[in-house]
């Protein structure tokens, strides 16, 4: 049986008492959410928190009212909120993340922590002792992974840094559609755009420091928007993504784009967002227009070997996928998309 390393455990009520114990315990601490991420790895001794501080009984962290979302509401219940209905992308990264079991506990501030994936990293603990580690390893009694200098990446043995791919579902859905989020410690709280909470370092993966609790996030207003999320992974009852598309296009009444936002997730140790997508500003979504954006955004997909399928396939599958969540977007009759989704995906290699 694996268990975790022994933790104390704090229960605080107030967002004030979370950012107070955070400051004090420093990084040996790490928030406990939902705890679907956290405590399997715990148990497989990839973040090895001296202590935990449960957001449970924090109820400030629930709300959902006028696009300002806590971080604490499960997915769950952003997948079936009535008032997140425009924002399409979240709705559908909310409800293809994980089970039903898992969404009914799992939080949106935990989907946004998320630590990074390898197929070499999430293993149990003699898996890892039995390659001799690698690049990232849990740094004993902190939470965060740390960097072991002495070690190499079995995924780009010659490179400097690790590669570990971030996995979040509503992470690019989030970014396409524009949110901020709200970080709260005992300095105050700030606000930035959802997108540099993220660096692309596969242990270093936020920018925040780990005294900062993330308390909301916040949707601007989607009238004149639409946005969808399509994810390829190999169960489709639940898995992890191993490529997600998230898209928003703002659209005058003649159909010209206004404004557009393409995000890729699981290819990157970052969600990674296509700055090209601006060229479609000002020009109907044209199949040309959404041609080359597509060419451009598998460009910048450049999966490497340590999640699921071949790589080079993957890349090929991000183009179809650019492709095929544009045209939703555009209005296209959903046959056609399902058979593109199905013709991308029909060569499906079995490794
Ligand atoms: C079988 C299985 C399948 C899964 N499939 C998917 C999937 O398809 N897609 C996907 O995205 N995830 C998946 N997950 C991972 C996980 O369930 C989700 O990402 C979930 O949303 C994590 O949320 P949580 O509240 O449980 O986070 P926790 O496990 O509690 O925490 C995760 C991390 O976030 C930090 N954290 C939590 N809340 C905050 C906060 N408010 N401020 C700052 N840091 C915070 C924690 O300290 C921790 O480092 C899967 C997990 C399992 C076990
Ligand atoms: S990408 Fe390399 S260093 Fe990072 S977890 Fe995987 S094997 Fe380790």
Redesign the pocket.
């Known amino acids: 049986m694996m268990r975790a390393s022994p933790f104390s455990y704090f229960a605080p009520i107030t967002i004030g008492e979370v950012a107070k114990i955070l400051a004090g315990e420093g990084p040996r601490a790490?928030?406990?959410?939902?705890?679907?991420?956290?405590?399997?790895n715990m148990k497989r001794r990839t973040q090895t928190p001296a202590v935990l501080v449960s957001?449970r009984r924090v109820a400030e962290l629930r709300g959902l009212a006028n696009g300002r979302i806590g971080?604490a509401m499960t997915?769950s219940s952003i997948a079936e909120s009535p008032h997140l209905s425009p924002h399409r992308a979240l709705i559908r990264a909310a409800a293809?993340?994980?089970t039903p079991h898992?969404r009914n506990?799992?939080?949106l501030?935990?989907?946004l922590?998320?630590?990074t994936r390898c197929n070499y990293y999430n293993q149990n603990y003699e898996w890892r002792q039995a390659i001799d580690f690698c690049m990232k390893r849990a740094s004993d009694g902190g939470?965060h992974p740390v960097r072991n200098e002495d070690g190499v990446c079995w995924v780009a043995p010659g490179s400097p840094r690790c590669w570990a791919v971030s996995?979040?579902?509503t992470a690019p859905a989030l970014i396409a559609l524009g949110a901020t989020v709200t970080l709260v410690s005992i300095a105050g709280r700030r606000e930035l755009p959802l997108n540099d909470l993220y660096c692309d370092d596969g242990i270093a993966y936020l920018t925040k420091p780990s005294d900062e609790?993330?308390t909301e996030v916040v949707l601007p207003d989607a009238t004149g928007w639409r946005s969808t999320y399509w994810k390829l992974r190999r169960r489709e009852a639940?898995?992890?993504?191993v490529l997600s598309v998230a898209a928003a296009v703002k659209l005058a009444s003649d159909g010209t784009v206004l404004d557009a936002r393409l995000v890729l997730g699981a290819v990157a140790s970052h969600p990674l967002l296509i700055a090209e997508a601006q060229e479609l500003v000002g020009m109907p979504l044209s199949d040309d227009a959404i041609e080359r954006l597509a060419a451009a955004a598998a460009r910048f997909a450049k999966p490497l070997d340590n999640t699921d399928f071949a790589l080079g396939w993957r890349k090929r599958v991000a183009r179809a996928y650019v492709t095929g969540a544009l045209r939703e977007l555009r209005g296209d009759d959903p046959a056609t998309l399902g058979l593109l989704a199905r013709r991308a995906t029909a060569l499906r290699p079995l490794s």
């Open positions: 790490l928030l406990l959410a939902g705890g679907t991420d956290l405590i399997p957001l971080s997915l293809q993340v994980a898992i506990a799992a939080t501030g935990g989907n922590c998320l630590d939470g996995s979040s579902d609790l993330l639940f898995d992890f993504p």
